[in-house]
């Protein structure tokens, strides 16, 4: 059964709710696979999860060069 638009509409989760929520299992995994200590109430503040963040950073950007360096070598 179809729901109604309006019902649709409220039960969608905003962007910046969903960052969270993917921030919040990320960590979690991070934590889990790293033996850290998982503390959801300080995931943003805590030295851990600012290593963390750099780490994946880095990664990112290193995907973009590493793409980037396969694209102009094809061309």
């Given at each position: 059964m179809a729901q109604p638009a309006y019902i649709t509409k409220?039960?969608?989760?905003k962007p910046e709710v969903t960052k969270v929520f993917d921030d919040l299992d990320?960590?979690?995994?991070?934590c889990r696979f790293n033996l850290l200590p998982f503390r959801p109430s300080d995931m943003y503040r805590s030295f851990d999860y600012r290593n963390f963040q750099r780490e994946q950073e880095y990664l990112e950007r290193k995907a973009r060069r590493e793409a980037r360096a396969r694209q102009e070598g094809n061309e």
């Open positions: 409220t039960l969608k989760m990320a960590w979690l995994d991070h």
